[in-house]
């Protein structure tokens, strides 16, 4: 991939991930909040610690991980510790990356803001039973939030390689404030912003043979989309970025 | 999903929800080219002892266990795609309606949704060509999988509804097991036409390139508007009718 990578072809990425992760969150609105899914306590048994949503992202990312899902770098999982190894002959993924830097992985941060901020202003207060499934459900846009936020390291790296002499003093300085400037482009920002809320108003309709007046309802609002984007996808990704150049000289 | 609120109307209603998870699950696939050792036999068995199978036997198998575990198959409406050995639910078991007659409710044709995904639908909607993600193209199949296999079941809820309503309509041909009569009460062509007709506008909706600039897509799409018809008219509502006909038949036991 190391030829192909372009700022353009990441941004291409980037915008196709807008509709998974867009996808994502209107599925999982098909259920209500499903409280007992984070309940730690919901589950007592010997098998099982953690609530529901724990064991079901532990145990799918361990599955996951035997087939060979985190031998690519744009994939990252939310629990690395004790892992199984890939059990599936390695594929040669092209290595981009600088290798210190690759390590990054700021799951944690995004499960918090997923579960602690995010989920309730989307999904409906309620309950239907369907724990299993909304976990499930959870996992798909957690993995699509995490591969777009950590996506940043591609874009650090694709940027750096364009002007290393632009963040070279930076980085040996040590200067996030500085750096994180330099990563800043409101305008493209914004552009995002109202581009997802556009999505989420296509992709979130009610579509009928009858005619397109949807009468503004969308399964999910679509300045909650933008406010996902202006406040924590964008400010994270742009973390990880600052946080891969601050180690692309060692 | 309680008895009093399960009508013809609240079905139908769920099967329309239903098509935009099936179209998002195909855009979603259509993202990663055909990645055939995904499906290849050889290609895992050698590195994992007690496996024979393709990657997406595995991924599934494996991935269904622990969803077992959590409960996912206490809900009437989710069918196992491996039903044998799966681990029992540990979590306390949640009250979901019994609506469906039981000797009938046992109904599972995975098997033939799984046939039709890999043999006959993945051609017609996703590129040639190997990217190595192939832990995350079979994930992406199962949600595709799951989709499809509830869409496919709710047939017996829409038969169980449909019976209810007038039972004297049905008993003749259960009766006298008569498939063909069974299927003609099933079939209304002017809904059909209009189901293949909303969905092939969702994948235009939903598989459009979606720009600040214009809404001009030139035509094209993440997934082909009439492959999704397709898909509904030669496969997913002729399978739902089997289904209802094989719940009608089981209906007076």
């Not at chain 1, 777009?148 to 930076?170: D, N």
Request: charged fraction near 25%.
């Amino acid at each position: 991939m190391a030829n192909g990578v372009t700022l353009e072809s990441l941004r291409q990425s980037l915008i196709r991930q807008e509709d998974t992760i867009i996808f994502s969150l209107i599925e999982r609105a098909r259920f209500p909040t499903n409280s007992p899914t984070y309940n730690e306590s919901y589950v007592s048994s010997p098998t099982f610690s953690g609530s529901l949503v724990h064991f079901v992202v532990k145990e799918t990312e361990a599955l996951q991980a035997k087939a060979g899902r985190y031998a690519n770098p744009e994939e990252h999982p939310f629990f690395p510790n004790n892992l199984p190894p890939s059990v599936v002959p390695p594929y040669n993924f092209t290595e981009v990356l600088h290798p210190p830097a690759a390590l990054i992985n700021i799951n944690k941060d995004i499960w918090d803001m997923y579960f602690k901020k995010l989920l309730q202003l989307f999904a409906a207060p309620g309950d239907d039973g369907n724990y299993a499934a909304t976990a499930a459900s959870d996992l798909v846009c957690l993995q699509a939030l995490s591969r777009r936020i950590h996506y940043g390291k591609l874009v650090a790296e694709v940027k750096f390689r364009e002007s290393p002499q632009e963040f070279e003093p930076a980085i040996r300085a040590k200067d996030r404030d500085a750096l994180m400037k330099l990563l800043t482009f409101e305008s493209v920002e914004e552009a995002v912003k109202k581009r997802v809320a556009k999505k989420a108003m296509v992709f979130g309709q009610e579509v009928t043979l009858n005619n397109n007046d949807n009468k503004g309802k969308y399964k999910v609002d679509p300045s909650v989309v933008s406010l996902l984007y202006g406040d924590w996808i964008i400010p994270l990704t742009k973390r990880v970025e600052v946080e891969y150049l601050l180690r692309r000289l060692d | 999903m309680a008895k009093n609120s399960l009508t013809l109307e609240s079905v139908r209603h769920s099967l329309i929800r239903q098509e935009d998870s099936i179209i998002f699950s195909l855009i979603e696939r259509a993202h990663f080219p055909i990645n055939s050792p995904t499906y290849s036999q050889s290609y895992v068995s050698n590195s994992i002892p007690a496996f024979s199978g393709s990657l997406l036997r595995f991924v599934v198998k494996e991935t269904e266990a622990p969803l077992a575990k959590a409960g996912r198959y206490a809900n009437p409406e989710e069918h196992p795609f491996f039903p044998e050995d799966l681990p029992p639910s540990v979590v306390p078991p949640h009250n979901f309606a019994k609506f469906l007659h039981p000797p009938a409710a046992s109904i599972n044709i995975n098997q033939d949704i799984w046939d039709t995904y890999i043999n006959k639908l993945l051609q017609l909607f996703v590129a040639p060509g190997d990217d190595g993600n192939y832990a995350s193209t079979a994930a992406s199949d199962l949600v595709c999988l799951q989709a499809l296999s509830r869409r496919i079941h709710y047939g017996k809820l829409v038969a169980e509804v449909k019976f209810r309503e007038s039972p004297q309509e049905y008993e003749p041909a259960i009766r006298a097991k008569d498939r063909d009569t069974l299927m003609k009460l099933l079939t209304f062509e002017k809904v059909e036409e209009a189901v293949m007709k909303r969905v092939a506008k969702k994948a235009m909706m939903f598989g459009q390139e979606v720009t600040l600039n214009n809404d001009g897509n030139h035509g094209k799409y993440k997934v082909d508007p009439s492959v999704v018809s397709r898909l509904y008219g030669d496969w997913i509502m002729p399978l739902t009718k089997h289904v209802e006909v094989e719940y009608l038949l089981r209906r007076l036991d």
